[in-house]
């Protein structure tokens, strides 16, 4: 299955940039307010988001040229899709995840090469009897919002305004400075339980990468909501430099499953194997 290996892996990609991972559309911050207040507002209006659209393009340690576009819910209920293309991979970094109805699809077009004509893949959790790690994933996906990484400037002591510009036909205010991971782990002492445990979740994956420096750019709205982030560092593998874009925040998001001759269940795959 190397073919669906690939694709799998492209994947973990993807994974990667969903649990790491700011929002919508307005004027100029306000002259009286101070950038770091700014950034403080918007990154605290990042908490009222339970839907939205976001593109993601830039580059990833050891993995190289990423773009992505995806859509996420959380409330009422959890569901996500994200088609992803990794450039330096060739016709094997294409790959589309959805999660829906407490089941992850990974779906490529090299992947009904090895599997029969089916070019998705189901993971259901919960029949693999991994109940545990199904409601990791979902509350990850819940928790990880692409929005939260834009309060990483938050814990910059250097945050200031660069002035004004348009993303996407939006008026809006950009902010830059840089933050080390320890400076924003102190900056969240103020912050309640959920808030502090959620955006720790973010410092853990950027530590795990050997980032312990962030350079950010964030372009906040008129709506007092970011817009759009940039985040520069040097891992371990090499440099990361990703830009988010968000649009449609709190709009409808629906998500379905692929029709079903097009999947192969990997639960099913394994209950036929004796594994």
Partial sequence: ???AKSSISVAGIAALLLAGGAVSCGTEQAPEMSPAAAVAKAAKNTEEISSLRYRM??????QGRVEAEASLRT?????MSMKMTALDQGPEGNVEIRLVDKAMYIGGADMAKEMDGKSWMKFDLSALGADKDLNQLG???ADQNPADESAFL???KDVKR????KVDGVETTRYSGTVTLDEFRDSLKDEDKATRERREKSLDQYEKMGVDKITMDMWVDGEDRTKQFRMRGDADGGPLDMTVTLFDV???VKVTAPPA???ADLAEMMNGSGA
């Fill in 1 to 3: 299955m190397k073919s």
């Fill in 57 to 62: 393009k830039g580059e990833i340690p050891e």
């Fill in 75 to 79: 409330k009422p209920s959890i569901a």
């Fill in 139 to 141: 509350a990850g996906a």
């Fill in 154 to 156: 938050t814990g910059a």
């Fill in 162 to 165: 660069v002035g004004t510009e």
């Fill in 250 to 252: 709190n709009e409808p």
């Fill in 261 to 263: 001759e097009d999947v």
